[in-house]
């Protein structure tokens, strides 16, 4: 008994056109009724595996006899399926393949929406009936215009954020700490199921079930919930580029590349020592289309950041001279541009208000930009020029940043060719990297200094915000997946500084729209003085749409800067609402401007008005102006 697949359509499958795979494949609890016309309630198991000699399935429910329910081809589809009477969700299984090669090899279901936690490998027969409780969210969502709102993200592995804790457990403890911080968003490391706990999850095994080492699919989904009802968004890393080549996971699933392609020159990525999927396939078209859609849909996902594009875009990514060359002679690989073009449009059709964020380290013309318009269709890239740039200057003596003083500026030289997010993600942080903190010079209040100023740089940038877990309160070590984040350290001076600083940072990064209003059009930005490599200052104003405006000055020499002369676009009152030498930050709480200061008709840095302000010894100050003041002749948003 097949439970019903001979009368299905699978034409959307073999098409690329299937959208919703885990509906058909997979493990499915269903009532039918038998030859008697009785109701029989079981579960439904089908697979695709169009090379295998036979397949069975066999589990807790058979006491693990590989002999007794053999799958049923159904013809032309390269699909399996049986129905077992008496079996329900909580039910363990594998497939036992007999491939094309020859071999016996036992298989997790790839469609498997649940999975054993890790180091245990076996698929679990699931049916979800949680109630959503954020309707408000999704409905502000399906309105949204995330580049024209805040995004402030806070980037978490979700095993080393706090050890041990689970789905239920992070429900409560993560939402209040990324609430009381003030992030808009949260964003996860892989969460699909991969099978090493002490990792990061980008060798995902399982791609449609939740890490069951945290709890069950319905826990994941109350823990996203609740984020949604304290008003964050989540995000979670995809990992569609590549995938790992445990025995009894994707690869030769049916004793053949099925998934993967069978040269090695395509069909493995030596970095990591992964298979790659096979993109112009169209079943796996389908398969990888679906787990995007499957994540927003089923768990009401707000975003996804896709992993490694590169890895995907270039057939001679970490091959040497060893790749095979696209149909024009080319090293553009033009099936995987067309699966990103296509899943990107479908899921911007298809869920208002969602986002796909491109981890993208090259030049690649057009990540953010639309399909119809020739891009790749994502919403957002990673700026990892910036990143690296920044990150280089923030190392060197400050003695010595003079001569780098155009690592900090160059980025806007390019900061409206694409929709960009800021990161100082993970990867900043493991790997002999070093810790934030400890990349920045000097003793311990220069490094926090340091990091004060640099943050606030950061925030005030075009671009949206991202930050990895631990460095909002100055982590020393590297980042250790299995020992987690060292909580100790942010209730001691400069740590806790820090902390309360980014609480800070967040809270006047929602309040003030120039921060991020325009961040992808240049109107928003505008330098007052791009060029003081002498002072190790650099000076600029955001705007909004309206001209509101907010000047930011940062500086990153150890001495203060009194009476700096600084053009802005009105004359009046502008109040400092950021100063991150205060003594709350940990900082000296000796410079300062008193709260406010005045700026006068006097032309400066070609501005029609200017203002003397003190910027203190390695910290940002930041103005806004109020418009109650004295009045001004407006020079707008030149």
């Known amino acids: 008994m ?123 027969v699931w049916e979800s009936n949680y109630a959503w409780n954020d309707d408000d969210w999704i409905a502000r969502r399906a309105a949204s215009q995330p580049h024209a709102e805040p995004m402030s993200i806070y980037e978490v592995h979700l095993g080393g954020w706090r050890p041990g804790k689970t789905y239920l457990e992070l429900a409560d403890e993560l939402v209040e700490y990324a609430s009381w911080q003030g992030y808009t968003h949260v964003e996860f490391l892989p969460l699909a199921q991969h099978p090493f706990l002490g990792s990061w999850g980008y060798q995902v095994t399982g791609y449609f079930a939740p890490m069951s080492n945290y709890g069950t699919p319905d826990e994941f989904r109350y823990l996203v919930d609740r984020l949604h009802q304290a008003g964050i968004g989540v995000i979670m890393d995809w990992v569609p580029g590549h995938f790992p080549k445990d025995d009894w996971a994707l690869g030769r699933f049916d004793g053949t590349a099925l998934y993967e392609h069978a040269d090695p020159r395509q069909g493995e990525q030596p970095d990591w020592g992964t298979f790659v999927f096979n993109f112009g396939r169209n079943e796996v078209k389908s398969f990888l289309v679906s787990n995007a859609l499957y994540w927003i849909h089923e768990f009401h996902i707000d975003g996804l950041r896709v992993d490694a594009v590169a890895s995907m875009l270039y057939l001679d990514y970490s091959r040497g001279d060893d790749w ?124 926090f200094a340091n990091l004060r100023a640099y943050y606030a740089f950061m925030w005030a940038h075009p671009g949206k915000q991202l930050i990895f877990m631990g460095n909002e309160f100055g982590q020393r070590r590297e980042f250790d997946e299995i020992r987690g984040l060292e909580w100790w350290v942010s209730d001691l001076w400069g740590h806790r500084g820090l902390q309360l600083l980014f609480r800070r940072l967040n809270a006047l990064y929602r309040e003030n729209s120039p921060l991020w209003q325009l961040d992808s059009d240049p109107r928003g930005f505008r330098w007052i003085n791009a060029d003081d490599a002498g002072n190790n200052v650099f000076t600029f104003v955001r705007f909004d749409t309206e001209g509101r405006a907010l000047a930011c000055a940062v500086n990153f020499a150890p001495v203060p800067r009194p009476d700096y002369l600084v053009g802005l676009p009105h004359s009046g009152r502008w109040v400092e609402v950021l100063n991150t030498d205060a003594a709350e930050f940990d900082g000296s709480g000796e410079w300062g401007n008193q709260g406010e200061v005045q700026a006068h008709e006097i032309p400066a840095n070609g501005f029609d008005h200017s203002a003397e302000i003190t910027i203190p010894p390695l910290a940002a100050v930041w103005f806004t102006f109020d418009p109650t003041g004295q009045p001004d002749g407006d020079a707008g948003m030149q």
């Open 2 to 124: 097949t439970g019903g697949l001979h009368g299905w359509d699978f034409d959307g499958f073999h098409s690329g056109g299937d959208t919703e795979l885990w509906k058909r494949l997979g493990s499915h609890v269903l009532t039918l009724d038998d030859a008697d016309g009785r109701s029989v309630t079981g579960t439904r198991f089908a697979v695709w595996a169009p090379n295998a000699r036979e397949v069975r399935v066999y589990g807790d429910f058979n006491g693990w006899n590989g002999e007794s329910h053999p799958l049923e081809l159904i013809p032309g589809s390269g699909v399996w399926g049986i129905f077992v009477p008496d079996v329900g969700a909580g039910a363990v299984y594998k497939y036992k393949i007999h491939g094309a090669d020859g071999r016996w090899v036992d298989k997790a279901d790839p469609m498997a929406r649940f999975a054993q936690g890790a180091p245990d490998t076996a698929s679990i």
């Open 324 to 447: 095979v060359p696209n149909a024009y002679g080319g090293r553009e690989n033009l099936e995987a541009v067309d699966f990103l073009r296509y899943v990107n449009k479908h899921l911007y059709e298809r869920e208002p208000g969602i986002v796909t964020i491109a981890e993208e380290s090259t030049s690649w013309p057009g990540v953010s930009k639309p399909v119809h318009e020739g891009g790749l269709g994502f919403g957002f890239k990673w700026n990892m020029g910036w990143m690296n740039d920044s990150l280089t200057y923030l190392a060197h003596e400050p003695i010595h940043r003079q001569y780098h003083h155009n690592q900090m500026t160059f980025a806007l030289m390019y900061a409206f060719s694409e929709n960009f997010v800021l990161p100082i993600s993970h990867d900043e942080v493991v790997h002999g990297k070093g810790s934030m903190i400890n990349k920045a010079p000097g003793d311990d209040w220069q490094k």
